[in-house]
């Protein structure tokens, strides 16, 4: 006998105020910008307060959002539209409204710099090269950066929930593993290694100092020389001015993703790597007290003709080979594949369930184009909640 996994319930948990964050995380590829930006469009159809904290949009969706350029700043979303909900005293719904943002990680991190030095340092450490390619390239500053404009934006206090959409990094764990890796970084470690004397000269300094930049990328590695190394130091004697900052805001970020205001909703494709990927994230999640609100299983095959099964299609399509319908058998066999893509999908989904049996769920189908506009939201929203 299968198990059958409770519901998760998504109107119940945008229309609850108590709910404050919304996170929306995966591995790459789900889904996850998409469906952060139509729960974030229910939401304030629902009459929310909504911002949504996009990381990659694509184009056209972004421009749908009223989003031109990554200007870091939460734009007004056009066109939001009461949904018409009627709330407990029986009043007509009335719209909320709805922000939308792109992730610009330099600039947040940029920002987070001119906020805590003098004039004076924050120009320099912003002209420092070290600085530069840290900002930009570090493989976890995304993951860093969209926790710190959370951090942010729930400190702005101007809306009543926000929607946050995690990087398109491979693993859904990244999000949660970055910050505290890049705090540890600038903490602790970085510092320890440029302050070793460079007593045995160049060369002996370079092995403690790549020994120490394990994590840092490529591009910094290739480029080390005499001249990054005394932008490194210039950069960390500059910045000593905010150490133990970047931990305490990792924890403070910590903190607020496990507040009972906040809900992780994990999307993954009805594929097995996926599927995967979401159980150790709900693991993850448990260990770390962080509150599950459920699974989403995006993008997953639905056929009309669910009742002529995929044994039966293919018999039907043998017997119509070598006669004046090819068409038809043609089309009997797309049936038979969708029904057993279907049947593959529905015994992912039942594994994910045996293994997590508390666990909420609710599928989205795979719709017949991109979603790219409001009304591509809406549908996605309803799918959602159905
Ligand atoms: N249910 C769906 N049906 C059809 N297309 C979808 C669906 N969900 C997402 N997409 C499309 O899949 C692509 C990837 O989605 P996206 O939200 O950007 O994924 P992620 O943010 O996880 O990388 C986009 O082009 C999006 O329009
Ligand atoms: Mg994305």
Not at 221 to 235: E, S
Request: charged share 25%.
């Amino acid at each position: 006998m299968t198990r059958k996994a409770p519901v998760l319930a998504l109107d119940q948990l945008i229309d609850d105020r108590r709910t404050r964050i919304i996170v929306c995380c995966g591995s790459g590829g789900v889904g996850k910008t998409t469906l952060a930006a139509a729960v974030g469009l229910r939401a304030a159809e629902r009459g929310r307060h909504v911002v949504v904290l996009t990381v990659d949009p694509a184009r056209r969706l972004a421009q749908s959002m009223g989003l031109s350029s990554l200007d870091n700043t939460p734009r007004p979303v056009p066109g939001v539209q009461a949904g018409g909900r009627d709330d407990e005293r029986g009043e007509p719904g009335r719209a909320g409204s709805m922000h939308a943002m792109m992730l610009d990680m330099k600039r947040t991190f940029d920002e987070i710099v001119e906020a805590h030095a003098d004039p004076d340092r924050a120009a320099q450490i912003l002209a420092n090269p070290f600085y530069q390619s840290l900002s930009s390239s570090f493989s976890g500053t995304q993951e860093y950066m969209a926790m710190e404009k959370l951090g942010q934006l729930r400190r702005a206090d101007e809306w009543d929930l926000i929607v946050v959409d995690t990087p398109p990094s491979r693993s859904a764990l990244d999000f949660l593993d970055a910050p505290a890796r890049l705090g540890r970084l600038l903490d602790g470690r970085l510092i320890r290694v440029l302050m070793v004397p460079a007593r045995a000269g160049g060369r002996a300094y370079m092995k403690v100092l790549s020994a120490g930049f394990g994590m840092v990328t490529g591009v910094l590695t290739k480029v080390l020389g005499a001249q990054v190394l005394r932008d490194a130091q210039t950069f960390v004697s500059a910045l000593d001015t905010m150490f133990g900052g970047f931990r305490e805001r990792a924890e403070h970020t910590y903190q607020l993703l496990q507040a009972p205001g906040t809900a992780f909703v994990v999307i993954a494709a009805p594929e097995p790597d996926a599927l995967r990927e979401a159980s150790y994230f709900v693991e993850r999640l448990a260990d770390e007290r962080m509150p599950l609100a459920g699974l989403v299983i995006n993008r997953v095959h639905r056929s009309a003709a669910s009742r002529l099964s995929a044994a039966r299609s293919l018999a039907a399509a043998e017997n119509l080979d070598g006669t004046r319908y090819p068409l038809a058998a043609a089309a009997l066999r797309l049936h038979a594949d969708l029904t057993q893509l279907q049947a593959r999908e529905r015994r992912l989904a039942e594994h994910f369930t045996s293994a997590h049996p508390a666990v909420p769920v609710t599928e989205v189908p795979a719709l017949a184009e991109d979603v790219h506009d409001l009304n591509g939201l809406r549908v996605i929203g309803r799918h959602l909640t159905a």
